[in-house]
């Protein structure tokens, strides 16, 4: 990205920030704008903000930018030394920092053999990011495919996941399931598949397992259709971790892209006051994260791309005039 291109996005980010700083969420409203306490903190995924780093140096910059936990990356935290370890958590303890959720490694989204396969060490990896502290697991689910039915489909996710959640609650880790929305995610292919969250509940149902529920994603959550009630409907143990973004103005919903998306308020396309205040009113105490998937905030140098990050979350967070957990 060249400079001026650069600043126009971080001078765009900063005008969305004047504008939306204003705004009261609609449980605000309900409350005559009474400060509205909430339980979820405030967090940073490299990843998702297109950043590769280790993560001692992903839990450095959340520290340095106010973010108040985590993503973990579990390849990292499997090859840690206990020294190291403990070295990790007492620098994130100092800096009041919380885990977040990790990415679950296993491949259950294909055929047996890759599941087999991706699930082998699924076990010790379970057993290092709990010993480091971590407690929530986070993975995607494919909304469509072009070879099995919805039925076929159903039943040989449901089946995998029962056996990762298994190993994963063992641990005392809990697992996380997020619906992809968009249309144009799900109609590309001859077999649509589970793309709502009474689908993902569904799914959730039959896998049986206790602490599994939903990675909820407010793109996807509005792409779906689904409402702030849908979320009031939940309680704080169905929902394991929580995507915040925006989408692009001037697009139909049927016409959004999964990977062209915005930080958090800088449209206001989805209604993040709303969606937030939900989380709030069900008492959610996990991590919310920005995943924009973003090109623009993708080139931007490291430091400011974590610093354009922090600035779009605790704008989104001052609409509900929230305190700090």
Not at 92 to 98: P, Q, T
Request: charge should be neutral; glycine fraction near 8%.
């Amino acid at each position: 990205m060249d400079t001026r291109s650069r600043r126009q996005f971080l001078e765009t980010a900063a005008s969305a920030a004047l504008v939306t700083a204003g705004w009261p969420s609609s449980t605000a409203r309900a409350q005559g704008s009474a400060p509205v306490s909430r339980r979820f903190t405030q967090d940073l995924v490299c990843g998702a903000i297109g950043l590769r780093v280790p993560q001692r140096e992903a839990v450095d910059l959340a520290a340095r930018h106010g973010f108040e936990s985590v993503g973990a990356q579990g390849a990292d935290l499997l090859t840690m030394s206990e020294a190291d370890l403990a070295a990790l958590r007492d620098f994130m303890a100092e800096k009041k920092l919380r885990w977040g959720a990790a990415n679950l490694p296993t491949d259950f989204r294909r055929d047996d053999e890759t599941f087999r396969k991706t699930n082998a060490g699924l076990s010790d990896f379970a057993k290092a990011v709990r010993r480091a502290g971590v407690t929530r697991v986070g993975t995607w689910l494919s909304p469509s495919s072009d070879t099995v039915t919805y039925r076929q489909n159903f039943e040989a996710v449901s089946k995998r996941l029962r056996e990762v959640a298994g190993i994963l609650t063992g641990e005392g880790l809990r697992l996380g399931l997020e619906y992809v929305g968009p249309k144009t995610a799900w109609a590309g292919k001859r077999y649509p598949f589970l793309h709502t969250m009474a689908e993902t509940r569904e799914l959730i149902d039959t896998i049986g397992v206790k602490g599994v529920g939903l990675v909820l994603d407010s793109w996807h959550w509005y792409l779906a259709g689904d409402s702030v009630e849908d979320i009031q409907s939940l309680r704080n143990e169905d929902v394991v971790a929580v995507d915040l973004n925006d989408a692009p103005a001037g697009l139909a919903k049927d016409q959004q892209v999964d990977n062209a998306r915005e930080l958090p308020v800088a449209t206001g396309v989805i209604p993040a006051a709303d969606f937030l205040g939900a989380l709030v009113a069900i008492g959610y105490d996990g991590p919310v994260r920005a995943e924009p998937f973003n090109k623009a905030l993708n080139a931007l140098p490291k430091e400011e791309a974590v610093a354009a990050t922090a600035t779009s979350m605790r704008m989104a967070i001052a609409l509900l005039s929230a305190p700090a957990p």
